[in-house]
């Protein structure tokens, strides 16, 4: 009787295996369908595939190419960028077996990287935007924005400088033209000199420049030291205008404002890619300013005013500091808040930014506005 037992929990055993390789080979049969499809769009359907590209609908979405695809295998729990090229035979996962729910044991790459073929990125790695893989490099530490490596483990060898420049060129021009609408807004419009508002990230100070325009007494924060250099400069002889040099975030702290590698290129044009989250695809994880944060909630009730404008583009800090905002009543001190959003160059803040964004929603709150840029 024990050896049927124990026979009858073997066979029981043996199918649950079959079960689960059937389930395996049904996802791989359905992933080299959608490939075959792309391929056949393409007229490219000559290749042997062998690829196992679990997420491939959504990375063919978001833009990803695959000039040569075959051999190529990318983890369901990596996170990808938009625009990304990856050549054949690359390998992007976990650096050893987890259980599924190991999140941050995968590699988060950001956009329009190039991975070249051979290459492999693996473990708990951050691949800066605008990255340069090259063939059969392995990659086994961050590695910053516009960066070019190679080798075995990978090494900087360069920096992708053209791409760099035409990003900063590209991203001045979508700027002014951004900030002439902003300008000729209603919202700017209905300020005066009896309003207040107050600038989160005023980077070199566009939108504190139009606030401040129109007589308002404007109250900016900027926790970059040579953009807080640059704003005591432009407002020195602004009356109505108060500059700080401290971040804002929900506690009154000491954080570290991680900065791009390139900041040399163009300091001021560059700096506003900075933050207080080590993850964002566009900074460098190694390098970092010590600064002061304050809790804007705090802050906003210390104003015996109403505030008219409340502008927040902190890199990331954005959702956590709306959440306390709106359930500590600071939100009914606001008349209007405008909000550039990150999470999708920040991954540990994705969750977060559907939760307030549900609340934002749920409450029916019209005077958040998260898609002002």
């Not at 473990?123 to 340069?132: A, E, N, P, R």
């Not at 989250?277 to 304050?294: C, F, G, L, P």
């Not at 905002?325 to 909000?339: D, H, P, R, W, Y």
Request: charged letters at 25%.
């Amino acid at each position: 009787m024990q050896d049927e037992s124990i026979n009858a929990a073997l066979v029981k055993e043996l199918f649950a295996v079959i079960g689960e390789l059937k389930r395996q080979f049904e996802r791989i049969e359905k992933n080299q369908s959608v490939i075959v499809d792309y391929l056949s769009d393409r007229g490219m359907a000559r290749y042997d595939l062998s690829c196992d590209i679990p997420n491939i609908e959504r990375l063919l979405q978001l833009g990803t190419r695959f000039p040569h695809p075959h051999g190529i295998v990318i983890s369901k729990h990596a996170r990808l960028g938009p625009g990304c090229m990856i050549w054949q035979n690359v390998t992007i996962g976990a650096k050893q077996l987890v259980e599924d729910g190991g999140q941050n044991m995968y590699p988060n790459i950001g956009s329009n990287v190039k991975i070249y073929a051979g290459a492999c990125i693996i473990g708990d790695v951050k691949v800066g935007d605008f990255s340069i893989i090259d063939c059969n490099a392995v990659v086994l530490n961050d590695i910053p924005p516009y960066t070019v490596v190679a080798g075995v483990p990978a090494k900087k060898i360069g920096i992708n400088e053209s791409v760099l420049r035409k990003g900063i060129e590209s991203n001045k021009r979508f700027e002014e033209k951004i900030y002439k609408k902003f300008q000729k807004s209603t919202l700017v419009k209905s300020l005066s000199p009896s309003s207040v508002c107050i600038d989160c990230g005023a980077n070199k100070g566009d939108v504190t420049e139009i606030f401040a325009n129109t007589g308002a007494s404007v109250i900016a924060f900027e926790p970059h030291p040579i953009c807080y250099r640059a704003l005591k400069k432009r407002f020195s002889h602004n009356e109505n205008v108060k500059i700080f040099n401290k971040g804002v975030f929900i506690k009154n702290d000491r954080m570290k404002l991680f900065i791009s590698n390139v900041e040399e290129y163009d300091p001021l044009a560059i700096s506003q890619s900075s933050s207080l989250y080590r993850t964002k695809t566009n900074i460098d994880s190694a390098k970092y300013h010590d600064v002061e944060v304050i809790d804007i909630t705090d802050f906003i009730f210390s104003i015996d005013k109403k505030i008219s404008i409340l502008k927040l583009d902190v890199e990331g800090a954005e959702y956590c500091i709306l959440e306390k905002i709106i359930i500590s009543g600071a939100l009914n001190k606001i008349e209007t808040v405008l909000v550039e959003t990150h999470e999708d160059r920040i991954p540990e803040i994705c969750e977060e930014a559907i939760r307030v964004r549900k609340l934002i929603k749920d409450m029916n709150i019209t005077s958040i506005h998260l898609d002002w840029v």
